[in-house]
């Protein structure tokens, strides 16, 4: 698939996710005939979290702050490993201080765009990849009991993999001097944002 049809993919499940949140007055749908109730329910689980939200995001602007391969490869990781951390939850093991590890996965990836910190790729994508545990594991708790467990979880990847995307674009921003000031003051305030947040779980 072209980065053009993807995008354009990409976009209609969002618009399609949008339109169901406006036919349910707000609140994710739990009950409903076939798949698409699961799946859509999966899909606005991460968008109903900030702490999820602004992490999320937050590994698609390290992604444009550290360039190729580690661009696309963030974005990949995350989601796949985010998956693994919910099957865990599915089978009903424990991971404890979940909200906290969320909260501070907001925290040092904030830090990482604003300080413009340059990981290896490898420590990059472990990082990442750690922090993901933690997401997967609170949408795999959190399933409603009446949604496909296969099709909740393509749900919430599909949703996670378009916050990434949304921190790709902004981060296309830092090819001009004042688009990275832009990009590093959105990363210091994803950082005192999961302050706040890992602050509360305490």
Known sequence: MTPLRQALWSAALLAGAA???AH????????????WAAFGTGFLHPLTGPDHVIAMVAVGLWGAVLGAPALWLLPVVFPLVMALGGALALLGLPLPAVEAGIALSAVALGLAVALRWRAPLALAAVLVGSFAVFHGHAHGTELPQAANPLIYSAGFVVATGLLHLAGVAFGALGRSAPGWLAVRAAGAAIAAGGLWFLLRAL
């Open 24 to 35: 349910g007055g707000g609140q994710p749908a739990v009950e409903g005939p076939g798949p």
């Open 19 to 21: 339109a169901a949140w």
